[in-house]
């Protein structure tokens, strides 16, 4: 099971970045699938999780009606479409799977995501 993340990069406030975390190893449809960022001196944050099978998603409430988790299942591939960017959004994103069935409370800590794949920096200034 190996994860890859990208897409991060430099951008304005107010700017867009799509994040990509392609799958390898496993069929990402079966794998609920978690976006993850730490900045520094600040513990991680759950940022969306999309869910294996149904595909219901979950935000955290400093991103929603900003960003846009989906799945590419032909392409085994889960995005973060990050709109209406903010400084505070600067941080080093990951991605996570987990085969477990998680509920809306279980995903955010990220204490339950069994693989992860190494991180993407996304850094919001002017």
């Known amino acids: 099971v190996q994860l890859q993340a990208s897409g991060g990069g430099l951008v304005q406030p107010g700017g867009s970045l799509r994040l990509s975390c392609a799958a390898s190893?496993?069929?990402?449809?079966?794998?609920?699938i978690g976006w993850f960022r730490q900045a520094p001196g600040k513990e991680r944050e759950g940022v969306s999780y999309?869910?294996?099978?149904?595909?219901?998603?979950f935000y955290a409430n400093s991103v929603k009606g900003r960003f846009t988790i989906s799945r590419d299942n032909a392409k085994n591939t889960v995005y973060l479409q990050m709109n209406s960017l903010k400084p505070e959004d600067t941080a080093v994103y990951y991605c996570?799977?987990?085969?477990?069935?998680?509920?809306?409370?279980?995903?955010?800590?990220?204490?339950?995501?069994?693989?992860w794949g190494k991180g993407t920096q996304v850094t919001v200034s002017s």
């Open positions: 996570a799977a987990t085969p477990k069935g998680l509920i809306a409370s279980e995903w955010a800590t990220g204490r339950n995501m069994d693989y």
């Open positions: 190893g496993f069929t990402s449809y079966y794998y609920g």
């Open positions: 999309i869910r294996k099978s149904s595909g219901s998603t």
